[in-house]
């Protein structure tokens, strides 16, 4: 099963509009990641959020982590066309598993 | 660095055949994992390796895969026989520590008919 689940599964705007993707998980961990896939293409590591943080920024990407929810949200800020792509979250579980990664959203950025 | 780098980035092959997917990992990295990915079960983890040493294979769908890491530079992933339900994006992935950071290679897109 998975541990982490990305809502909404699907989410498309129009090019300069905010993009908000959510994240949730089921136990403790270490950190959450956030990675992209472009089409026909491997993940991309974009931001790393550890446990002991509430949010974290890197461009126009800001990331929060609640872990009293066992949630966290991706911003992508001004979004560009070029930002389309499926965008994951990964959890390090603390008893020092592998990283997990949930099932995706799918962002459309129409130009 | 280059990267990670797989090969083929494309098979098709026929029910009942062999399949070998490569991997080369970013130098220096001590893990490295395989992933499969399809649109009904998203992105799975089948095994990863540890300073060239099989840590956690549990994902292994069922004996006709098989993975190796004879050095620190290259591993391969193997099934043998192939079934169309195999077919599948295969993903390697390395990094310096479990939790960290995984850099993926660009996939090896698999069709097995």
């Known amino acids: 099963s998975q541990q982490g689940e990305e809502d909404p599964q699907a989410l498309s705007i129009q090019e300069g509009e905010n993009a908000t993707m959510n994240c949730s998980y089921k136990?403790?961990?270490?950190?959450l990641q956030w990675y992209r896939q472009n089409s026909g293409r491997g993940l991309v590591h974009l931001i790393l959020?550890?446990?002991?943080?509430r949010e974290k920024h890197s461009g126009r990407l800001r990331v929060t982590l609640d872990t009293s929810k066992k949630s966290s949200s991706l911003l992508i800020t001004a979004s560009r066309a070029a930002d389309t792509a499926s965008y994951f979250c990964a959890t390090d579980a603390s008893a020092g598993n592998m990283l997990t990664f949930g099932g995706g959203t799918r962002l459309m950025v129409k130009p | 660095d280059a990267g990670v780098i797989q090969s083929p980035r494309h098979e098709v092959t026929e029910m009942g055949q062999e399949v070998t997917l490569r991997c080369k990992p970013i130098s220096g990295h001590d893990y490295l994992f395989w992933y499969r990915q399809t649109m009904m079960r998203g992105l799975e983890l089948l095994i990863y390796?540890?300073?060239?040493?099989?840590?956690?294979d549990s994902g292994m769908p069922e004996d006709r895969f098989s993975a190796k890491m004879p050095n620190a530079s290259f591993s391969t992933l193997k099934i043998q026989p192939s079934e169309p339900r195999d077919s599948a994006v295969y993903f390697c992935?390395?990094?310096?520590?479990?939790?960290?950071?995984?850099?993926f290679g660009a996939g090896t897109r698999l069709s097995v008919l």
């Open positions: 136990t403790s961990i270490n950190n």
């Open positions: 959020i550890r446990s002991n943080e």
């Open positions: 390796f540890n300073n060239n040493v099989p840590i956690d």
């Open positions: 992935a390395s990094s310096w520590v479990t939790g960290n950071i995984q850099y």
